[in-house]
């Protein structure tokens, strides 16, 4: 069952845009995840924004083993705590975090790769103070990397725009603007951007809405109705033939809309307990999505049949048609989103569980219980390895090719960790920098060095 929307409704577009039948808007790989590239020798790879724009995959040679000992090139501390991933470009590796007992600061903070020194530190006060504990979000939202600097989001309804030395060169309260931000358990969309907008999806309990921002100065290009549906997944641009429509997934509704003016091309509801993971490219018109079991959401099952592969397919008169290739059978996801991982796409449920199923058709190719456990941090691919980061602090490098578990890795010692309920030691992201992995902890960011195989 799928529900097409090709009509606009009223809201602010720029020049001429309006009067396009179905926007045209052309969309270059590159400005999906800008800065993708490598100066000299001694810079590392941008990783521009969450999930490095829906590519989550790498290819310069990283580390494969290491432990607290061995292959820690540095550890920083981190200002307060924070869920976000880290975000490397013009030569630093940049992260988010709040503080106080009501959230009251929220900080942008950025960190020498090199060295893990602490280059510069920018503080603002929350606008929607809320108490701080692990129920709600902690500086949820990834910040993304432009050409001029750095824009960072809180849950709170800041948004702020730096130079790469940490000046200010905009911001916005979106509080001030639109009024006051609650949403259960708090917000945690990240950023989005194409050549000319960032996107900021404020999913709140009440008159959600989705911002077209321009990424030089913060005006406000167009602002939308959200989903109006429960979510902490981010946006996501998709390719669909010469135009990307940006995705955003809420329980049981999916919908699509045009980055141009925000107007919505469809809508998709053959889906439950879609809530947490963001839609995932897979080429033209193709994208992966995850939900979970457990949520109070659905009956037991549900979960495992909204996992798959979705398909928008342009019809001849301007609408879209659009319905899953394949439904999972078994697998379900936790936080961490399904990935392409070779031919096969890579799902992890929260016992720790790794489904490969082919990507063309979702036949199961291989099922196995790994040493990581639950993840709530993106896979990575890294040519022939998946690499699976657990929220505990251990790390499953599994082999592409035979499947096998090649190596099990942790940033601190076992039994250091934390309730990850309790909001203590827990591990939420890791990004490739080479020859780095950057992991980030809710407290402290780790560099990880060297090359080595198992």
Not at 7 to 26: D, I, K, N, Y
Not at 37 to 56: I, L, R, Y
């Amino acid at each position: 069952m799928f529900h097409v929307f090709v009509t606009r409704g009223e809201h602010g577009v720029r020049g001429g845009r309006a009067a396009m039948p179905v926007a045209v808007w052309c969309l270059a790989i590159t400005l999906v995840s800008p800065l993708v590239s490598v100066g000299s020798a001694d810079e590392v790879a941008t990783w521009g924004g969450f999930q490095n724009g829906g590519k989550p995959q790498a290819t310069a040679s990283l580390p494969v083993e290491w432990s607290p000992e061995e292959n820690m090139a540095w550890s920083a501390a981190i200002e307060g705590y924070g869920q976000s991933a880290p975000v490397v470009a013009h030569d630093q590796v940049v992260v988010t975090a709040t503080s106080g007992e009501q959230k009251e600061q929220y900080h942008v903070a950025a960190y020498a790769i090199e060295s893990g020194a602490r280059r510069w530190q920018v503080t603002r006060p929350n606008p929607s103070p809320q108490a701080n504990t692990s129920m709600v979000s902690r500086a949820a939202p990834t910040a993304i990397a432009t050409e001029r600097g750095f824009i960072a989001f809180f849950e709170g309804g800041l948004l702020i725009a730096l130079t790469p030395d940490g000046k200010v060169r905009w911001e916005r309260d979106l509080v001030k603007a639109f009024g006051k931000i609650e949403a259960r358990h708090g917000l945690a969309a990240s950023l989005e951007q194409n050549a000319e907008d960032v996107f900021v999806w404020v999913e709140r309990q009440e008159d959600p809405y989705l911002l077209a921002l321009d990424k030089q100065t913060g005006e406000v290009h167009w602002r939308v109705a959200g989903v109006g549906k429960t979510s902490w997944a981010s946006p996501r641009l998709v390719p669909v033939g010469e135009e990307p429509h940006l995705v955003c997934s809420a329980s049981g509704l999916i919908v699509g809309f045009d980055p141009a003016d925000g107007s919505r091309l469809w809508e998709f509801r053959s889906i439950a307990n879609n809530t947490s993971c963001t839609p995932m490219p897979v080429g033209d018109g193709r994208f992966l999505i995850g939900a979970s079991d457990g949520r109070g959401e659905t009956t037991a099952g549900a979960a495992a049949e909204s996992n798959g592969l979705i398909r928008i397919a342009p019809r001849d008169d301007g609408s879209y048609a659009v319905d899953y290739q394949w439904r999972s059978e078994k697998a379900t996801s936790t936080f961490g989103s399904p990935v392409v991982a070779g031919e096969t796409a890579a799902i992890v449920n929260r016992a720790g569980v790794l489904y490969r199923l082919d990507l063309e058709t979702g036949e199961q190719v291989a099922a196995q219980r790994t040493a990581a456990g639950g993840i709530w941090a993106t896979p990575i691919v890294v040519g022939d390895l998946l690499y699976l980061f657990g929220h505990q602090g251990t790390t499953s490098v599994i082999s592409l090719s035979d499947g096998k578990e090649i190596a099990e890795n942790r940033c601190w010692e076992a039994g250091a960790e934390t309730s990850a309920i309790r909001g203590g030691n827990v591990l939420y992201a890791a990004i490739p920098a080479a020859p780095y992995w950057m992991v980030r902890r809710g407290d402290r960011l780790f560099a990880i060095k060297g090359s080595s195989t198992p």
